[in-house]
């Protein structure tokens, strides 16, 4: 498996792509799970809001459309939709290795002709000076009903549901791209990196004589209707602009309730977007119907966090509600602004450039008319919404169930957007990179230990996904090695922190061994633990651990209280002499700081409250059995045990 392609695998001859497939297994399984989350998440809509098959166009009366182009001769598919009649779009390289080298096919959509011309979207003549302007906020493109994409060997598909904006006639159009196309010559955000200039994509290509490539169509009818009763929605382009933001309709009461919108970013291109940042995003329009203000839990679930995604928040401005309420007609924009109120204090970026969160909180207020941007980046996502009443609650219960969610959310969203520089917005980039995207950093352990408290009292995560990547990167920042010298060193090469190694190995340990108490690892985790112990036996306790600043896990006190639980739960598991010496070093090394922060003392008192153990003389007198000590060694080691055992209290 090796996922961690250059930008040369791109642009190679395609004739070679099988093979190169097989080495991408796992983006091709990712793919396969893109698609299986949005059949399984749509097939559970069915009894709501989806019926398949309906006869509601005169183009589809006889189900769906289905037809194999053969390119490069251009082929048109024309039909006529209903004002907002949805289809599913599914067009896709029967053989992307056929393709010539670097080839490219263009997919395009579009509203040949309206059915009432003044309901076409589109800008407006002049922009009003009471709304937003036309690229406010960053908004890439005026209300429109067309797409397009690109497709390639390595992109070699697009799935999409449409709704008509307008009553016409529309047009799918596949043809052989040759023109020039900057998509990949465009400035990188965060990683320049140096594949790109080994083997730079062509700006152009053109389609040799003789070239042949098969395109499977698919077309085929849904009839949404959403209704406020439901609980899961579908994506439905086009919703690139507040204008066009698809409905979700929440409900008149003052329950909690959680919706999912089942979405896609296929629209996009997948490996090396340049327009990134400024292609792909998805609006969603919130009309608040509450008689109280309310909180919003916004939550992006992605099978693959593998890159940047964020969530952001706008509202209708309060005092042009009155005007704006309603959807804006065809040729106006809306007012807008940046809604920040409710937000997380946590929505901030820390160790990094720029602020990309894929879980907010925001307040609704009665009346409020609100937008969600998403921009997932993903070709499948989903997007949970809760409303629920804000903090503080009368129940304690429920105050450690909202703040396990928060906690596993705000977590994984600082993980998403990989911190000091290490985060990268597209597929394809250097290898190098392979440290800084499996680093978890010391304090965002957390997102694991912290969890680990109230799960193993009997509490359940909500944002079941979110908690299995923290999980899985906790242990992939344990990097697994085939040579003992090697243990478990946590990510220590730049962009990170030198000298992470120590420190992190021990916080990552605890994380995984707190984890492990109440939840089993897999088989393919199952001795990450057992290395961050060899590693904590064959490196020196550092001073500390890099975390936000005094008063919050400084000193070492949480060095060895960390290390003594890693190499304690060894002890239990294996009972090798070996770990319960160095329990014992641990120990010495606890009582001998020089405590200068409540977090000393607190972790001195953790350590010999839950690891030490309490009949540490007689169980030091075992061992020195099971050594097989000679006779005049087993009383100095008695000796020894008793004089530590006499210094805790």
């Known amino acids: 498996m090796n996922f961690w392609l250059n930008y040369g695998a791109v642009w190679?001859?395609?004739?070679?792509?099988?093979?190169?497939?097989?080495?991408?297994?796992?983006?091709?399984?990712?793919?396969?799970?893109?698609?299986?989350?949005?059949?399984?998440?749509?097939?559970?809509?069915?009894?709501?809001?989806?019926?398949?098959?309906?006869?509601?166009?005169?183009?589809?009366?006889?189900?769906?459309?289905?037809?194999?182009?053969s390119l490069p001769a251009a082929a048109t598919h024309a039909l006529h939709l209903a004002t907002g009649e949805t289809i599913e779009i599914n067009v896709r390289l029967v053989t992307p290795s056929a393709l010539p080298a670097n080839g490219r096919v263009r997919v395009s959509w579009q509203l040949v002709k309206a059915d009432d011309e003044t309901l076409v979207p589109r800008p407006p003549e002049e922009v009003a000076t009471d709304t937003r302007a036309l690229d406010a906020f960053g908004i890439y493109t005026p209300p429109t009903a067309n797409w397009s994409k690109l497709l390639h060997a390595l992109d070699a598909d697009v799935d999409l549901m449409y709704r008509a904006p307008v009553a016409g006639l529309y047009e799918l159009t596949i043809a052989p791209e040759e023109n020039e196309v900057a998509l990949f010559r465009k400035p990188r955000w965060r990683e320049s990196g140096s594949a790109a200039q080994i083997v730079a994509a062509p700006r152009q290509v053109a389609w040799p004589a003789g070239s042949?490539?098969?395109?499977?169509?698919?077309?085929?009818?849904?009839?949404?209707?959403?209704?406020?009763?439901?609980?899961?929605?579908?994506?439905?382009?086009?919703?690139?602009?507040?204008?066009?933001?698809?409905?979700?309709?929440?409900?008149?009461?003052?329950?909690?309730?959680?919706?999912?919108?089942?979405?896609?970013?296929?629209?996009?291109?997948?490996?090396?977007?340049?327009?990134?940042?400024?292609?792909?995003?998805?609006?969603?329009?919130?009309?608040?119907?509450?008689?109280?203000?309310?909180?919003?839990?916004?939550?992006?679930?992605?099978?693959?966090?593998?890159?940047?995604?964020?969530?952001?928040?706008?509202?209708?401005?309060?005092?042009?509600?009155?005007?704006?309420?309603?959807?804006?007609?065809?040729?106006?924009?809306?007012?807008?602004?940046?809604?920040?109120?409710?937000?997380?204090?946590?929505?901030?970026?820390?160790?990094?450039?720029?602020?990309?969160?894929?879980?907010?909180?925001?307040?609704?207020?009665?009346?409020?008319?609100?937008?969600?941007?998403?921009?997932?980046?993903?070709?499948?996502?989903?997007?949970?919404?809760?409303?629920?009443?804000?903090?503080?609650?009368?129940?304690?219960?429920?105050?450690?169930?909202?703040a396990l969610y928060d906690h596993i959310g705000q977590v994984d969203s600082w993980l998403t957007n990989r911190p000091r520089g290490a985060s990268v917005e597209r597929r394809i980039r250097d290898s190098g990179n392979l440290l800084g995207t499996n680093c978890m950093s010391c304090h965002t352990q957390s997102g694991v230990w912290g969890p680990a408290i109230p799960l193993a009292m009997g509490y359940r995560p909500q944002n079941v996904q979110m908690w299995r990547h923290l999980i899985n990167t906790c242990y992939q920042s344990l990097r697994p090695t085939n040579e003992l010298k090697d243990a478990a060193n946590n990510t220590s090469?730049?962009?990170?922190?030198?000298?992470?190694?120590?420190?992190?190995?021990?916080?990552?340990?605890?994380?995984?061994?707190?984890?492990?108490?109440?939840w089993p690892a897999r088989k393919l985790q199952g001795l990450q633990s057992r290395r961050a112990a060899n590693y904590v036996l064959q490196t020196a306790d550092p001073g500390g651990i890099n975390a936000a600043g005094p008063g919050a896990n400084?000193?070492?006190?949480?060095?060895?209280?960390?290390?003594?639980?890693?190499?304690?739960?060894?002890?239990?598991?294996?009972?090798?002499?070996?770990?319960?010496?160095?329990?014992?070093?641990?120990?010495?090394?606890?009582?001998?700081?020089?405590?200068?922060?409540?977090?000393?003392?607190?972790?001195?008192?953790?350590?010999?409250?839950?690891?030490?153990?309490?009949?540490?003389?007689?169980?030091?007198?075992?061992?020195?059995v099971r050594e097989a000590l000679p006779d005049d060694q087993q009383p100095q080691a008695g000796t020894a045990a008793r004089e530590l055992d006499s210094k805790i209290c």
């Open 212 to 402: 042949q490539v098969k395109v499977s169509v698919l077309m085929k009818r849904l009839v949404v209707t959403p209704r406020r009763e439901d609980r899961m929605f579908v994506e439905l382009e086009p919703n690139d602009t507040p204008e066009q933001s698809q409905p979700i309709a929440l409900r008149d009461t003052t329950d909690e309730y959680t919706l999912n919108v089942v979405g896609s970013g296929d629209d996009i291109e997948y490996f090396d977007n340049g327009n990134v940042g400024r292609s792909g995003d998805d609006w969603f329009r919130i009309e608040f119907p509450g008689r109280e203000s309310r909180l919003l839990t916004a939550c992006l679930t992605i099978p693959d966090q593998q890159v940047a995604a964020r969530i952001r928040a706008y509202r209708v401005p309060p005092d042009k509600l009155e005007e704006f309420a309603a959807v804006p007609a065809a040729g106006t924009l809306l007012p807008l602004e940046e809604y920040t109120d409710g937000k997380n204090v946590n929505e901030r970026n820390h160790q990094q450039e720029e602020q990309h969160r894929i879980a907010i909180n925001r307040n609704l207020q009665p009346g409020g008319v609100y937008f969600l941007r998403v921009e997932a980046n993903v070709p499948g996502y989903d997007l949970e919404l809760r409303v629920v009443r804000p903090a503080p609650y009368d129940n304690p219960q429920r105050a450690v169930e909202q």
């Open 12 to 69: 190679t001859n395609a004739r070679d792509l099988p093979a190169r497939r097989n080495r991408a297994s796992y983006l091709g399984a990712y793919s396969m799970l893109c698609r299986c989350l949005l059949l399984v998440c749509s097939c559970l809509i069915v009894h709501a809001s989806i019926v398949l098959g309906a006869d509601t166009s005169s183009s589809l009366q006889a189900g769906p459309l289905t037809v194999t182009d």
């Open 554 to 624: 400084v000193g070492q006190g949480v060095v060895f209280n960390y290390a003594g639980e890693i190499v304690w739960t060894a002890w239990q598991r294996t009972a090798d002499p070996k770990y319960f010496h160095a329990l014992e070093d641990k120990a010495r090394r606890m009582l001998g700081i020089n405590v200068k922060y409540v977090d000393d003392l607190a972790h001195r008192v953790e350590f010999f409250s839950r690891y030490f153990p309490q009949d540490y003389v007689d169980i030091a007198a075992r061992v020195s």
């Open 493 to 518: 090469l730049r962009p990170l922190d030198i000298g992470d190694g120590p420190a992190g190995t021990r916080v990552a340990g605890h994380a995984a061994v707190s984890l492990e108490r109440f």
